[in-house]
């Protein structure tokens, strides 16, 4: 996964830097030296200091960050997370990708500790969603589990969900199982099955089958929700899934499923607002 993110970041600057940076180019000395320090623009929770000091070591020179706030921190307007000195052309190449990540990630961070908070006294626990930005998964789901989130998932190969699609394509709850058990066995796999139902029936139907893990109630009213989760009585975990929202979940959450899980933690989720600024002597940089 290490390398993915290393890929990422590479193909960032490509994107970015291109040929060259010519305002900086123009206009910068490319031996001079100076500082700047991430400002935070709005409350929320800080996430993705890791990432940017990645993107400053993959930046092709040596640039040192002195950091005040950790991610995972509750920030406020005014702060400064971190400082990070070197060569000022690669403060300015890197500045937009550090900043895009981090709002990003901050964005999700701030987003899935309200969720969390409005059911912290509950026995349910906020799950993200494969409903990320393509490419940037794994800095999403870092950035739900800063917030206090759980990750679900990562991808299609560490977790067997058989959803409406692929119960329908195998021909029914009772073979989307059996052939999910069957596949296990044959590979020597150890990982969860996990089986969305859609009605109070289908989960009659897994009911009577068994051999899953989990059962996702994929869109059940509040009342149908406790209904089910009476119904498998702690034999399996729970989640509830579609339509969560942060008026709402703790109606379900009340309900006594495990998991909720929130695809707008990732998928619609408003960036942090924070800035890169030089810290200037005497308006001039260093040479």
């Known amino acids: 996964m290490d390398a993915l993110i290393e890929e990422l970041i590479k193909l960032a600057f490509a994107e970015d830097v291109g040929a060259g940076d010519v305002t900086t180019l123009c206009c910068v000395p490319p031996e001079a030296r100076g500082t700047a320090r991430l400002i935070i623009r709005e409350d929320g929770v800080l996430a993705g200091v890791g990432m940017a000091r990645r993107i400053f070591d993959l930046s092709g020179q040596d640039l040192r960050m002195d950091v005040y706030m950790e991610d995972g921190s509750d920030v406020k307007k005014g702060d400064v997370a971190f400082t990070v000195e070197g060569n000022i052309r690669s403060l300015l190449q890197s500045e937009r990708i550090v900043l ?107 009911m009577a089958v068994g051999g899953v893990d989990r059962i996702m109630l994929d869109n059940f009213s509040v009342a149908d929700t406790r209904t089910a989760v009476r119904k498998i009585g702690g034999r399996y975990e729970t989640e509830s899934s579609g339509g969560i929202t942060l008026e709402n979940i703790r109606t379900y959450a009340v309900t006594g499923v495990d998991y909720i899980s929130v695809g707008a933690l990732t998928h619609s989720v408003k960036g942090l607002d924070m800035s890169l600024k030089a810290v200037c002597n005497e308006g001039r940089h260093s040479k």
């Open 100 to 206: 895009n990540v981090m709002q990003r990630m901050s964005g999700i961070a701030t987003t899935t500790r309200r969720y969390v908070r409005e059911i912290k006294d509950t026995g349910a626990r906020v799950l993200d969603t494969r409903k990320t930005m393509p490419g940037m998964r794994l800095m999403d789901k870092e950035a739900v589990r800063l917030g206090g989130g759980v990750n679900h998932r990562v991808g299609l190969f560490d977790m067997i969900l058989l959803k409406d699609n692929h119960i329908d394509f195998a021909g029914g709850i009772a073979n989307a199982v059996s052939c999910a058990r069957s596949y296990l066995a044959t590979h020597k796999l150890k990982m969860n099955i996990e089986i969305e139902v859609r009605s109070l029936d289908e989960l009659d139907q897994v």
